[in-house]
């Protein structure tokens, strides 16, 4: 098992749930939408305070997919201030991306569901799957690629 997939197992059976706003609350994470542009959300922990801001304009299931990836950097990367890394350094931010798209995968795909639905098929596509658990077909590939 990957350590992102251990830490979204530990999370949820923490809590006793798998809910991304109810983690949020467990988690002391506060919640805000506000218009972005093309941004579609970010962390931030400003003094041991954490926030996460989703762009308004996002759709439901966009919304989920982004608070998921956010939370994600709230339970893995909560010291890391990705945004400024992103804004002001050189310094590369793809394994960060890459573990919170690995974390919201695994939050929002659960393997009894992902073996509930493929129940009775000879195989499914990315695209079926993408469609039923309401993700971008990228996020099924990574819990495929990431199911370890």
Same mark, same amino acid.
């Given at each position: 098992?990957? &350590?992102? %997939? /251990?830490?979204?197992? &530990?999370?949820?059976? &923490? ?9 949020? +609350? !467990?988690?002391?994470? *506060?919640?805000?939408? +506000?218009?972005? /542009?093309?941004? *579609? /959300?970010?962390?931030?922990?400003? +003094? ?7 762009? $308004? $304009? ?27 890394? %992103?804004? !002001? ?18 939050? #929002? ?8 639905? $493929?129940? /009775? ?7 079926? #799957?993408? %469609? ?10 990574? %819990? ?5």
């Amino acid at each position: 098992m990957s &350590k992102v %997939k /251990g830490k979204v197992i &530990k999370l949820i059976n &923490k809590y006793k749930t798998s809910n991304l706003y109810e983690l949020c +609350d !467990y988690l002391n994470i *506060k919640i805000k939408r +506000d218009p972005l /542009g093309s941004t *579609k /959300g970010y962390f931030l922990n400003v +003094d041991g305070n954490f926030f996460i801001t989703l762009n $308004s $304009s996002l759709d439901e299931w966009e919304e989920r997919v982004v608070l998921a990836h956010e939370l994600a950097h709230s339970v893995l990367h909560k010291k890391t201030n990705i945004c400024f890394l %992103k804004s !002001y350094t050189y310094s590369v931010t793809n394994k960060l991306e890459n573990e919170a798209n690995q974390f919201a995968a695994h939050i #929002l795909i659960s393997d009894k569901a992902l073996n509930k639905f $493929s129940r /009775g098929y000879e195989y499914v596509t990315a695209e079926q #799957l993408s %469609k039923y658990f309401k993700v971008p077909e990228e996020l099924i590939m990574y %819990k495929f690629n990431n199911n370890i």
